[in-house]
């Protein structure tokens, strides 16, 4: 069974920066891909950022691209997703996930959740 567990979210003034972990118990972390997604009160869940077994390809949403980095160290079964200059509509719940395929990382097909981890964003 694969666990994923967040961390690093919290209360943030916009322009912010935060860096969200997710640790994963699971064999052969590298064989996986990993994404990120996030959740508004009152909003489906949607994409963030995706990463690939060796981190040799990223993925983001429109929305993100260019203040938040995706990045994964598999020596420690970790992925973080480094969130800057962020914008009170960045609030939400965010979710790692993980997926065994490397295909439609942008979809929310994923294998593994985790429970989330709350990002909330002042103005």
């Known amino acids: 069974q694969v666990q994923l567990v967040e961390s690093g979210g919290g209360l943030v003034q916009a322009g912010g920066s935060l860096r969200l972990s997710c640790a994963a118990s699971v064999r052969a972390f590298s064989s996986y891909a990993m994404g990120w997604f996030r959740q508004a009160p009152g909003q489906e869940r949607e994409f963030v950022a995706a990463?690939?077994?060796?981190?040799?390809?990223?993925y983001y949403a429109e929305s993100v691209k260019g203040r938040f980095t995706v990045s994964r160290d598999n020596a420690k079964n970790t992925v973080y997703l480094q969130l800057n200059s962020l914008k009170p509509e960045d609030t939400a719940v965010y979710y790692c996930?993980?997926?065994?395929?490397?295909?439609?990382?942008?979809?929310?097909?994923?294998?593994?959740w985790g429970q989330g981890t709350q990002v909330s964003v002042s103005s």
């Open positions: 990463i690939t077994w060796s981190g040799g390809i990223t």
């Open positions: 996930a993980a997926k065994y395929s490397h295909s439609a990382l942008k979809l929310m097909t994923y294998d593994y």
